[in-house]
């Protein structure tokens, strides 16, 4: 047995509530997750237990602190993802993830990144043309690309953003909905709106749409243009298809950038019918100017049933899988 003693600032008491978390619940899951024995004298937690264990706990119990320190909230989900980044002999990853602002909002709210993976998805946007983010929902694909678009056009990079979905029921008939089609769809494009909406504020973003310098639309309306300097995102993209796919990329104009998410396992499409989007990362991984950036279950933010519930899914999709091989 041996001891891992790790000290809190005095001046961050505070940070020492968030790290040990309300009546102490999450040294109880270090404790569980590791089989340590935790406990706090002053400003310092010490951890007894096997040497490799009491050395974990200490680098997640700083990955806590440097999230705190950040003014982050520390969450279930989130001291899971240290623990298995410390386990991994990565727990300095987290820091790193803390220091980077990927934008921020019109209330002044910083956006960080909070998962390793998370941090290359908006790496690769900066450096590449066209970016593929592939990963089930909570990772934050459609999100941070909207953060990254509104940077964009605020440092005049771009001059347009332009999203855009494919308009494909999720088991609801958009035909008997009322209105035209720009109207049924708008469901369809409300997370859009949303993140749009929280970087501008609504006025910015009432007077941005007014003027055509925000275009949210359908994947259909993209036929037969040419998207030159604008951001463009291309959301749910699983559920285009291979013909719709080439025609979005094909688009691309001079002074552009292109980001394409999609959940790959969630596809709405007609049975039988291929999605673009795997065709898409299939075809195009490994081009210059080109990335794909494969997020996973570990990088959802959501609530931790989220990354549960994601979890079951993929281990019935492959029992499915290897029954049907059967």
């Keep these: 047995m041996t001891q891992k003693t790790v000290a809190v600032d005095t001046g961050s008491l505070e940070n020492l509530q968030k790290v040990v978390g309300v009546f102490d619940e999450n040294l109880?899951?270090?404790?569980?997750?590791?089989?340590?024995?935790?406990?706090?004298?002053?400003?310092?937690i010490i951890l007894e237990g096997e040497e490799g264990s009491a050395a974990v706990g200490g680098q997640v119990l700083q990955s806590l602190l440097a999230i705190g320190e950040a003014g982050e909230q520390i969450d279930k989900s989130r001291l899971l993802y240290c623990i298995g980044l410390a386990r991994e002999g990565r727990a300095e990853d987290i820091r790193g993830i803390?220091?980077?602002?990927v934008a921020v909002t019109s209330r002044g709210k910083p956006v960080k990144c909070k998962?390793?993976?998370?941090?290359?998805?908006?790496?690769?946007?900066?450096?590449?043309?066209?970016?593929?983010?592939?990963?089930?929902?909570?990772?934050?694909?459609?999100?941070?690309?909207?953060?990254?678009?509104?940077?964009?056009?605020?440092?005049?990079?771009?001059?347009?953003?332009?999203?855009?979905?494919?308009?494909?029921?999720?088991?609801?008939?958009?035909g008997f909905l009322p209105g035209d089609l720009q109207t049924k769809v708008d469901p369809y494009l409300r997370p859009l709106y949303d993140a749009l909406q929280e970087m501008f504020g609504m006025d910015v973003y009432t007077k941005l749409m007014e003027k055509g310098a925000i275009e949210v639309a359908p994947l259909a309306y993209m036929r037969g243009r040419t998207l030159s300097g604008a951001f463009v995102i291309l959301d749910e993209a699983q559920n285009a298809t291979r013909e719709q796919m080439k025609m979005f990329?094909?688009?691309?104009?001079?002074?552009?950038?292109?980001?394409?998410?999609?959940?790959?396992?969630?596809?709405?499409?007609?049975?039988?019918?291929?999605?673009?989007?795997k065709q898409a990362v299939h075809l195009l991984k490994g081009l210059d100017d080109v990335a794909v950036c494969a997020l996973t279950e570990r990088d959802v933010v959501?609530?931790?049933?989220?990354?549960?519930?994601?979890?079951?899914?993929?281990?019935?999709?492959?029992?499915?899988?290897?029954g049907e091989k059967k």
């Design 249 to 277: 990329l094909t688009r691309l104009g001079e002074g552009s950038k292109m980001v394409v998410t999609g959940d790959m396992t969630q596809t709405d499409l007609p049975e039988g019918k291929t999605s673009g989007l």
């Design 115 to 174: 998962t390793v993976g998370q941090r290359e998805y908006v790496s690769a946007i900066k450096k590449n043309t066209v970016t593929f983010g592939v990963g089930p929902a909570g990772t934050g694909k459609t999100y941070l690309a909207v953060c990254l678009a509104a940077v964009a056009y605020k440092s005049k990079q771009v001059e347009k953003i332009i999203l855009t979905r494919p308009a494909v029921e999720a088991g609801e008939k958009l």
């Design 98 to 101: 803390m220091k980077d602002v």
């Design 302 to 322: 959501r609530h931790p049933l989220v990354t549960a519930i994601v979890k079951a899914y993929e281990k019935d999709a492959v029992r499915g899988s290897k």
């Design 28 to 44: 109880v899951m270090i404790a569980r997750e590791l089989n340590v024995t935790p406990r706090v004298e002053g400003t310092n």
